[in-house]
């Protein structure tokens, strides 16, 4: 496999060695580094200056045994059919810019890290292998990855709750792989728990735990089901098979937390409306693929009634609502 | 270390090297009053020197919004927290030892060069405490901008009786900032390779590319983080002063020397800079009242030094902005900022005459004379009696040819009654 690295990662991580080394009174790599550099100031014209500095610098990061960190986790995932031969590493500030993205003719994979990332040899591992097995999902048939079609037919608002549960349920599912392959770090098991209880707040906490467990032990999903889970509690159950587990013979009883989100507006609400026959007429005018269950907040259980009570289409429901 | 004079903390302090004074000082005084945030001055600044590859993050002149922002951020807080670690709690003026040469009273506290010892790192004791900011700290010069600082505690919220003076309760002002072209530049100590140069006719602050190696001290120590690092030639760089321009070698100027770029682009006339004599006995500037520059910092004091405490004996002066609460502008230019908003609000006759020669034209002013002329307008400031006169001030150069001639009244232009419209 084929890597690069970003110069300014390069050489961030360089420095930063340097100044470990200094101080544990270490000079000797500082030293060496300035001896080189030195040359080059000296011996090498302005223009090709830069150029021979990230040389150095890349020089060093790999004597330094980073370039080897990454192949070796690398070498774990390449090696299947598809799987990319470039691989480039660019530099980040931000922990959640972190990630991996294949190129579309799939041929090259790119990774964007930060430094401090890169410098832990555990955070880099988990990292690499969390992002790597997101790679070989896509890359299987079986997985059926496809982002030509939205998630909600619904509306953009909709759209970015499913994309996060969807994001955050094959995270979690990747991570329960992780762990019984040994690879998990500590605590993260825990995250993960409170991301999957944030997006899931109407299950209620006991519910919760066990749709978490289930998903985390799960043999792994497939695109197509992952889909299905992001629409809802009760989705997400049938997926697993645990409904009935869950739910019992009765119908689901959503559980709507203090603070947690109103899926139509996506704001934290501790005013949740009762969700009548006339509300759930009104929303459905918008928006059809809303469920009682799923919740409403008040303001937009007003919104909604307001604009209902105002509408031609909605002969059913009266001024009188609003008054 | 060697012992040198620094009149602006009224004391001697400790230094790398020996105490030696150029012929002439480059100086200036902002007006942080008139700013209105333009960034004018900045990209005067960036289109004449900074506009080549690798000099991306570099901004020679910048303005920042105080207290939130910075550039690199937080490098006024963090330096004084340094500070305050090495020595805490004794960080103080006594501004009761006050006389010629100690203007605003005596430093009690330590400069960047003396607590430098008291940090002893792995290649031990620093030249001057410092730290090299992270790049991210250079990556948002306009971080905090116009974002005002409101009741203690409480985030996100204005005083609602935030604006009445003397003090606003809400408020945020433009730090207009350069190189200082101190006369004890922290950079220059710091620098193992002897790369920068304090010019002996001058005194303006560069770094010799030549011999600079990209170590970065001078970026760690200069606490105004004024120096930047150019990562595709691997130097260092910074403010030049615009040297060609205070030499006369500017294309237009008909060898005249004129102020900056920044100085020459401010279109809120916040801006003067000029060139002090130097006393080589004392190492104090030479007294010279018709100097704008000398009378508005050593005469009329009305221009204070930014933050005196660091012990570089800065080049750039300030009139504080009247608005802000005290304790914050005694902390950013020491005793003085009292009586300089005192004479800044109530100016006298001269100030207000030297007032109206700030960014008049683009020579550097090395005297001036104010001719009389007549009552026009009469008030009261904070309870006492203040005239205006209509005074006249003329701006001279070096050589004494007349540069300028303002009247404290804006001057009016009549147009014929029959194309009173016309332009």
Known sequence: MFLTFNDALCEILVENEFQDGLSKGDFQLRDSFRKQADEIYTKVTLRKRETSFFTLYRRFFSKLGYTERVKGILEEFSGGDGFPEECYFARTFREDEEGAQLSEDGVRLGFQIRAETLRDPEQCAYLLRHELTHILDILDPAFDYDTSRP???????????????????????????????????????????????????????????????????????????????????????????????IFGEGEFQPTFGPGSSCPLCQFPTHEWAEPTEELSRAVNEEYPAWEPTQGICSQCANRYLFTAAFSTNSPGITRKIIE | MSQVYNWQLGRKMAYPFEEKHPDHQFAFVFNINRCIGCQTCSMACKSTWTFSKGQEYMWWNNVESKPYGGYPQNWDVKALQMLEKANPGKQEWDATKNGARRPYGAYGGMTMFEAASRRIGPEGPQRVLGYLPSDEEWRFPNTGEDAAKGPKGARGTYDKQGASLPEHNSWFFYLQRICNHCTYPACLAACPRKAIYKRPEDGIVLIDQERCRGYRKCVEACPYKKPMFRANTRTSEKCIGCYPRIEG????????????????????????????????????WSNDPQNPIYFLVKKEKVALPLYPQFGTEPNGYYIPPRWVPRP????????????????????????????????AQQAIIARFEI????????????????????????????????????????GLQKRPAERANSI
């Open chain 2, 328 to 359: 914050y502008l005694h902390q950013m230019f020491g005793p003085g900022v009292e009586e300089a908003i005192e004479r800044y609000t109530a100016p006298s006759r001269e100030l207000l005459a030297v007032m109206q020669l700030f960014r």
């Open chain 1, 151 to 245: 998630l909600s037919e619904v509306s953009p608002s909709e759209e970015s709750l499913f994309r996060d549960r969807y994001r955050t349920l094959w995270d979690l599912s990747i991570d329960g792989r992780l762990e019984r392959k040994g690879f998990l770090p500590q605590d993260l098991k825990d995250r993960r728990a409170s991301e999957f209880r944030s997006l899931f707040l109407n299950l209620g906490v006991e519910a919760a735990e066990q749709v978490f467990a289930a998903l985390w032990n799960d043999r792994r999903p497939s695109s197509g089901e992952l889909r299905q889970m992001v629409t809802g509690a009760v989705s997400l159950c049938a997926v697993l098979n645990i409904a009935a587990e």
């Open chain 2, 371 to 410: 001719k009389e002329g007549p009552k026009v307008y009469e008030t009261k400031i904070n309870g006492k009696p203040w005239a205006l006169f209509n005074d006249t001030v003329i701006g001279y150069d070096a050589k004494g040819n007349e540069l300028v001639r303002m009247t404290v009244e804006e």
């Open chain 2, 249 to 284: 070698k500017e294309e237009l100027s008909n060898g005249t020397p004129w102020e900056t770029r920044c100085m020459a682009a401010c279109v809120g006339k916040i801006r003067m800079q000029g060139l002090v004599g130097i006393d080589k006995k004392t190492g104090d």
